[in-house]
């Protein structure tokens, strides 16, 4: 199969609009060719195109801001001597300067599946930007490696922030060229967009949604696996509890908590009693380990690790929103008083909890604090989003 950045480079028919036109990219270090060269490199050597300007998203064109609301500068690139514009520092939407540096703006930045993670946002502030100024935005696509399935509530009206670009669940289903199509729809935006799509990309072939000939790179310093990559929907909402989601560890988000307060295996016999159903798909396992940086640097803490991979993996089957809801609720029913909720400001939200800024709503906040709330209630409020989702986004899918 091909990514959208190889079919590009590959084609010259495919190219041949950017000829004569100042061209800039929006890359991470996962940017690379299917020989690992990075995109901004192999597109700089490629006949006929013009790069005047790069941009990076949140961690930086490099990647290498290890953790969230640490801010990027402008840079010029050494080699190529082109701006590098920072959309994760003064500002996290592209400026009428940073518009002017080019006339097509390709999108190249491998995604997560999961509406949070911030390169979601990125797009569409750089589709709204473009919107009625004749500029033009080409996402060179790339696998969703948490493939199809859709988990999670719809983003609430009034919700909307860095990490709640717009109504939809927790965990899409989409690959960020279809998800920008939604875009266009659901915003009405003015803009030259289109797509270059993958080559036989299978969501529902081995490795559900990741090639297995490709290999992974981090598109973010935490994002370090494959495995991290299906958990993510989940163990992300532990960025807003005091539990660790395994930061300053070599496993990051792969952990359902981590805490040296918190029995685990207890923890897990509650979640096995409570909601059986929603420990399929995986297997956990019950683990240590001692933050260097983060949430409880320097001890010792008892966690249980995710392992939605290999023989364990049921892909159809996994559900990670629900199973990190079911964790929390364990937590509160095992340890009633236990300070669950962070409270902090989150990706530059400062008037609400990070919980429900990252769930874009208190709902799954209140239905872990209810003593009488049951799976069937979360079911209930999750559900219909769900599948209303699955039926809009139908329309959209390109594979």
Same mark, same amino acid.
Not at 88 to 100: H, I, K, L, N, S
Not at 294 to 320: Q, S, T, V, W
Not at 326 to 338: C, E, H, I
């Given at each position: ?34 020989? &690992? ?67 097509? /703006? ?48 719809? &983003? ?19 690959? &960020? ?65 005091t539990l660790s989601e395994g930061r300053g560890s070599t496993r990051p988000l792969e952990v359902l908590f981590g805490a040296p307060d918190v029995d685990a295996k207890a923890v897990l016999a509650e979640m096995r009693a409570f909601a059986p159903e929603w420990l399929v798909g ?10 260097? /940086? ?31 809801? &079911? ?73």
């Open positions: 199969m091909k990514f959208g950045i190889d079919r590009l480079l590959a084609d010259p028919a495919l190219r041949a609009p950017l000829e004569g036109r100042r061209v800039a990219l929006v890359a991470h270090p996962a940017s690379v060719t299917e020989g &690992l060269v990075h995109s901004l490199d192999a597109l700089a050597a490629c006949p006929g195109i013009t790069m005047t300007a790069a941009f990076g998203p949140q961690h930086g064109l490099r990647g290498d801001k290890q953790d969230n609301m640490v801010e990027t500068e402008d840079f010029i690139d050494p080699a190529l001597g082109v701006p590098v514009f920072s959309l994760y520092g003064e500002v996290r939407r592209p400026t009428a300067r940073m518009m002017d540096s080019a006339d097509v /703006f390709l999108f190249d930045l491998q995604d997560l599946g999961c509406r949070i993670y911030t390169f979601v946002t990125t797009l569409l502030y750089l589709l709204e930007a473009a919107s009625g100024t004749g500029k033009a935005v080409w996402v060179l696509d790339r696998p969703n490696p948490a493939g199809r399935p859709v988990e999670g509530t719809t &983003l609430l009206p009034g919700w909307e922030s860095f990490v709640g670009a717009g109504p939809m669940p927790m965990r899409h289903g989409l690959t &960020l060229g279809e998800i920008a199509r939604w875009f266009v729809d659901h915003f009405k935006l003015d803009v030259d967009y289109r797509v270059v799509a993958m080559e036989g990309w299978e969501p529902e072939g081995p490795g559900f949604g990741w090639p297995q000939d490709r290999i992974w790179i981090n598109p973010s310093p935490n994002a370090a696996s494959l495995n991290m990559a299906r958990a993510y929907a989940g163990t992300v909402m532990i960025e807003g509890a995986c297997k956990l396992r019950e683990c240590w380990f001692e933050p260097t /940086f983060h949430k409880h640097a320097g001890k010792l803490c008892n966690a249980l690790m995710i392992h939605a991979e290999g023989a364990f993996y049921d892909h159809h089957a996994f559900r990670p929103w629900r199973l990190q809801a &079911l964790a929390f609720k364990a937590v509160r029913r095992f340890y009633p008083d236990y300070p669950l909720w962070r409270d902090f400001p989150y990706e530059y939200v400062t008037d609400k909890l990070a919980i429900d800024v990252i769930n874009g709503g208190p709902g799954l906040r209140e239905w872990v604090d209810n003593p009488a709330s049951t799976p069937a209630d979360l079911d209930a409020l999750a559900g219909p989003d769900e599948a209303a989702w699955v039926k809009s986004r139908a329309r959209f899918l390109l594979y």
